[in-house]
């Protein structure tokens, strides 16, 4: 039986980063590995997934047996940096039913609130137009910037420019291959593996008031430095036995805020894949964020202030811890 395992990148001196693998709480750089030492990055890893990961495999073996203690070093002692620097980073948004649902009844109803219409009658409602859009919509879909993107325990810097910063725990999906129009039925042969990201977004920038018309506003809601922590580790799929049904958690200061699992995706994977490549073309260590459920700021009224610590874990993948600090 293979022993579990995941991707990673440390932080080393000068700048510099190496690849490494992980069991459990031990992590073992590539260098240190005669049949891993090929791969010096992890580009390099992604240009050969399929190589990489089956030489991974007896690799931790040993790993999990202390076959390599002595150089293998604590999760904890190293400085672990975003698992990747992707060509392209995707998101689909409002792709959690009961998320989506909480929106319409929270930002959307008041109208209807006023008038008299209960709270459970409207989310039923909401509910409902969910359900027909799985039937019959495609997953709504936009991207970040590579800047955005953080390690897994690195401090987030809270602009002042925003009142109502906001989290967003979320499964994400590594690409190893892409390409133009992938079929649903062929989707997944392109995915490597698995991480978990934030996807952090200011509420009241969504919205541009100059002019208003033009709707969305994703560079003010979603692009600022340290807006995307990743990581820890790009777990390979072969680990993950569903992807739409793992347990995803966010915590606030200790609190849990978002506690879901992805079995309430609106679109699957393979649709969101198959959207996505239709209108652009997807390239080897791409990310695609595949939605967050409910529970964000927004319907707590709740949002980030300096000092708020967040924790966010889905399930297999490891977690990773994010302090919140003042802008200086």
Known sequence: MNTKFGFVRVGEPKGHSSVGIVVQDRCLRFSDVATLSRWSNMENVIESWDQVVAAAMPVANQLADGSFDDRAIAVSEARLLAPIDPPQIFCTGANYRTHVAEIIVDRFSEEELAAGASREALFEKALAMMDERARTGMPYIFTRILSTCAGPFDDLRLPTYTRQPDWEAELAVVFKSGGLDITRADAMNHVAGYMVVNDVTNRDLIFTADPKSLGSDWLHAKNNPGYFPMGPMIVPKEFVQDPHNLA??????????????????????????????????IMPGDVLATGSPAGNGTHYDRYLQPGDVMEVSVEGLGGQRTRCVAAA
């Open 248 to 281: 995803i958690t966010l915590k606030l200061n200790g609190k849990v805020m978002q506690d879901a699992r992805t079995s309430d995706m609106i679109f699957d994977i393979p649709r969101q894949i198959e959207v996505l490549s239709t209108y652009a073309r």
